[in-house]
């Protein structure tokens, strides 16, 4: 088993306490590079339960069994905040943080109103939940939308984003956008599939066995997607509003020709440490 590259090498959160040795033995035999990390991690999701030895042993099997760590305790860490995430649900990466750091900056220049922010194929929601975490932390506010096509995806954002004000709507890209929000959204984060359909038997089984297809699949060069979200983006834009894309290093330069394509000024923000790139696109 590979770490999951939600994990991006390193464990969800950092480990204080002692882990069980012999459930450190069994990950590290089902391939866990950061076994002792997990174990601890396992343990204090079942602390304190009255059935945790059988319980630790339910989701230490579903781990050996290679679902990712953070479809088992039910949680990503993104961004500093506890991310829900259910069976099938694509899990945050790491790298999104760039993206989300960056629509957090644009939306909170917004100043006098709430800014208007979409997270469109929102997942879980991660990348709303981080920007309206770090806008509220900068002292705006924000009037947060969410959509995805998968209705798990859907459940799981409700969780996130509905107790912060959130509204979470089900559809396909612009479809089930409210719309009274055309041509007012401040923020468009975008995070949509881009692996190309040819590749995704190369991702690791975590990714592959257990996150929906529809997640992955950007379809023959990637760029399906990110084609569509391009062409549709300035119609709900506001007027200097920005669209945020979150592209491989690899795809970059299409990315960027298709959010020019759809009449917007395009630039690309990289960060190697996190391997993350993101084109951002802004309405004249
Ligand atoms: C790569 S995942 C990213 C999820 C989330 N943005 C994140 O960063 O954690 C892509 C998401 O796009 C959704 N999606 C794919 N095609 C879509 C479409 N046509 N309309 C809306 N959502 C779509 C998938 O269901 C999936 O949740």
Do not use: K
């Not at 790491?94 to 208007?116: D, H, K, N, Q």
């Amino acid at each position: 088993m590979q770490p999951h590259p939600s994990s991006d090498d390193r464990p969800t959160t950092p480990s204080t306490s002692e882990p069980d040795p012999v459930v450190v033995a069994r990950l590290r035999a089902a391939g866990c590079v950061f076994a002792e990390d997990e174990a601890v991690l396992l343990a204090a999701e079942v602390d304190g339960r009255a059935d945790a030895a059988t319980e630790l042993e339910h989701l230490v099997a579903r781990r050996v069994a290679g679902e990712p760590l953070e479809q088992v305790l039910g949680w990503a860490e993104f961004a500093g905040l506890r991310i829900v995430v259910e069976p099938g649900v694509f899990v945050p990466r790491r790298r999104t943080e760039l993206l989300a750091a960056e629509a957090t900056r644009l939306a909170s220049a917004v100043s006098g109103r709430p800014a208007v922010v979409v997270d469109l194929c929102c997942g879980a929601g991660a990348i709303g939940a981080a920007v309206a975490a770090g806008v509220a932390a900068a002292g705006g506010r924000v009037e947060l939308v969410a959509a995805d096509v998968d209705p798990a995806a859907v459940r799981a954002a409700r969780r996130n984003l509905e107790p912060i004000g959130g509204l979470v709507v089900e559809g396909d890209l612009f479809d089930p956008l409210p719309e009274e929000i055309r041509e007012r959204v401040d923020v468009l984060a975008v995070n949509a599939p881009y692996v190309p359909t040819a590749e995704i038997g190369l991702m690791p089984p975590e990714a592959r066995d257990h996150e929906a297809h529809v997640a992955l699949d950007g379809g023959d060069d990637g760029l399906d997607v990110h084609r569509r979200v391009a062409a549709s983006a300035a119609q709900w834009l506001a007027p200097g509003g920005h669209l945020l894309i979150e592209t491989s290093r690899g795809q970059a330069a299409r990315t960027t020709a298709l959010v020019e394509a759809g009449g917007l000024e395009a630039r690309v923000l990289r960060d190697d440490e996190l391997a993350a790139t993101v084109v951002v696109g802004r309405r004249r």
